[in-house]
């Protein structure tokens, strides 16, 4: 059974993929107002990526990090290649979900980077997103703490106990809130705002920038899985998305209906769709219940 609020997210979902703004209609071709021009070095890539990637501390953070499989400098784009070809040979020489140690009996981690809701016009830019494929979730959902954790705490579908998130009050004013106690039909979602994370275990996304990507309509993005307190990578699921073909927007931009690869996991209805997050999280920190349930 699905709850009345995920009964209400699923069916957003399903209408912001098929509609477009009326809007974008009257949109005329012309360059994108965020086109990248200025591009800088991080650790976690090897290659440059946009300035405005690592223009907040958790976006600077989480290309920072290192991971045991980076892409490769050469990502095997040869001049002439089409998108599709692009995006087939990302998919099958770089995407995947790569899982390099689990941990059992976790209650709850930190979700350290709360992606933006994009709005439509985001979508259906070639450039605005850092990594369209992962942001494009989170369009269906209200902009909270509350909404964003029912997708890791929704017993007995998603059986994390709680999960935190950084707050902003103000430049250099970060604080933590704490959600936990949600139970379809019985309880309510609980936020409290505490002054620390608790969290052993963290999770961050990231765009990946690779060469002529998104003048191909492609654009490539990573979950990570990581030990907050020694900073070891556990997990990354690398993904790549494709657009460009949407009639009614803009260069054909769409990235809410984007394909991704085929080698990964594909969701066939909405619920799946919903649940990839949360399937790939507990595959690495797994939850308790989960644990009890499969003895």
């Known amino acids: 059974m699905v709850s009345v609020m995920d009964r209400l997210f699923l069916i957003f979902l399903a209408l912001c993929g098929l509609l477009v703004c009326n809007s974008c209609f009257a949109q005329e071709t012309q360059p994108s107002p965020y086109l990248w021009t200025k591009f800088v070095h991080v650790e976690g890539q090897p290659g440059l990526v946009p300035a405005e990637w690592v223009a907040t501390p958790e976006g600077k953070f989480a290309q920072s990090i290192k991971i045991p499989n980076p892409v490769p400098k050469d990502s095997g784009y040869r ?19 790569f899982i390099y140690k689990t941990v059992d009996n976790v209650e709850g981690f930190y979700f350290m980077r709360p992606p933006n809701r994009p709005t439509d016009d985001e979508l259906m830019d070639r450039y605005k997103l850092e990594a369209p494929d992962i942001e494009r979730i989170f369009q269906a959902l209200r902009p909270t703490t509350e909404y964003r954790a029912i997708l890791f705490i929704s017993p007995p579908w998603r059986l994390y106990k709680f999960i935190e998130e950084p707050t902003y009050q103000g430049i250099g004013d970060t604080t933590t809130a704490r959600a936990s106690g949600y ?5 309510p979602m609980r936020i409290e705002s505490v002054d620390r994370p608790i969290s ?20 490539g993005s990573e979950w990570i899985v990581i030990n907050l307190i020694t900073n070891e990578v556990l997990a990354v699921r690398r993904n790549y998305g494709r657009t460009g073909f949407n009639r009614n927007s ?17 969701p066939r ?5 919903v649940d990839q997050i949360y399937k790939f999280s507990s595959k690495v920190i797994r939850p308790v219940q989960g644990i009890q349930n499969e003895q």
């Open 79 to 97: 001049k002439g290649m089409t998108s599709e070809q692009y995006f087939e040979h990302l998919c099958k020489t770089e995407a995947g979900e």
């Open 183 to 187: 139970q379809v039909n019985v309880s």
């Open 200 to 219: 052993k275990y963290g999770l961050i996304w990231r765009g990946i920038k690779r060469p002529h990507d998104r003048e191909l309509a492609i654009a």
């Open 250 to 266: 803009k260069e054909g931009i769409w990235w809410l209906n984007a394909i991704t690869c085929p080698n990964l996991s594909k």
């Open 269 to 273: 209805t909405l619920v799946e769709v």
